[in-house]
């Protein structure tokens, strides 16, 4: 499960282009221990995290993965301090700012899931506006999780199920897992709602409240490389070794 990144040891990793994963989602992280190796102050660390998702995102839509989900701010991560969370907040602002045509030219649908109006205002339009300007787009859809927790989603869909069996729209025997995923907020992700590969970088092995119905069968890569030193060779190293997986979904192999 540990993949021990020697910094590309292969020159260039060849996949297998009918089994790339359809939707990945990745744990950023160890942008504050890259800055702290470098002396450098732990924003420093976020800002060349926000390089590297450039960087992620246009490897990703190369290599035909339909829709890529990056965590990148937890409902948890109000609890940092203050100067970080502001500039946090930044981010997306300058991401979107100088990114959006390059997302166009590349055909990357912007999607964002979390309590957005929670967002102080900047970033709330610098989001909203991303979305309308690549809404025509067809090709992978860049999903970010912004004040996404995963306990929220789950407490958030069970309340409306709850509200449409109150109102009588549908009957206790309705809920299942179809009809749950819809309601969680990658329900709108339709057939890719699950991802297949989660990736979290830093050599920390934790889900830390992301997306807990939804990895029920995904493929878990954990890397000790550092979100800013994350390139689009460690992305394929990472699809390497999600290949070498036999997904079973619980069941068994033809052969077995
Ligand atoms: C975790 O590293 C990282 C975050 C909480 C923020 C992730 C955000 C980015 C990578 C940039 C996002 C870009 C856009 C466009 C929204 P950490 O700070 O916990 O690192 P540490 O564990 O080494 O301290």
Redesign the pocket.
């Known amino acids: 499960m540990f993949n021990n990144n020697k910094k590309h040891p292969e020159a260039t990793i060849s996949l297998d282009p009918n089994r790339i994963p359809e939707h990945i989602a990745i744990i950023?992280?160890?942008?504050?221990?890259w800055a702290k190796k470098r002396h450098l102050p732990?924003i420093a660390?976020?800002r060349q995290?926000?390089e590297?998702?450039k960087t992620v995102t246009k490897a990703a839509s190369k290599l035909g993965v339909k829709v890529l989900t990056l965590y990148?701010?937890s409902t948890e991560?109000w609890k940092r301090p203050k100067d970080e969370v502001n500039f946090?907040m930044g981010?997306?602002v300058k991401?979107f700012n100088n990114f959006v045509p390059e997302l166009i030219e590349n055909n990357v649908k912007v999607s964002v899931m979390g309590i957005v109006d929670e967002l102080p205002q900047p970033t709330q339009k610098a989001v909203y506006d991303a979305i309308a300007q690549t809404s025509d787009c067809t090709g992978m859809i860049l999903n970010?999780a912004l004040n996404y927790g995963s306990r929220l989603d789950i407490r958030m869909a069970v309340r409306q199920i709850a509200n449409e069996v109150k109102e009588n729209a549908i009957s206790v025997s309705d809920i299942n897992d179809d009809l749950i995923s819809r309601h969680l907020m990658t329900g709108f992700l339709n057939q890719y709602a699950d991802p297949d590969l989660l990736i979290r970088t830093?050599g920390e092995e934790r889900i830390s409240n992301f997306l807990l119905w939804q990895i029920a069968y995904s493929e878990l890569v954990f890397t000790k490389t550092l979100?800013p030193d994350f390139d689009g060779e460690t992305l394929k190293e990472m699809i390497r070794d999600y290949q070498k997986r036999d997904r079973r979904f619980g069941g068994l192999n033809q052969e077995e």
Do not use: K
């Open positions: 950023m992280d160890g942008n504050g221990r732990r660390g976020h995290g926000m590297t998702v990148a701010f991560n946090l981010l997306p991401f970010f830093s979100w």
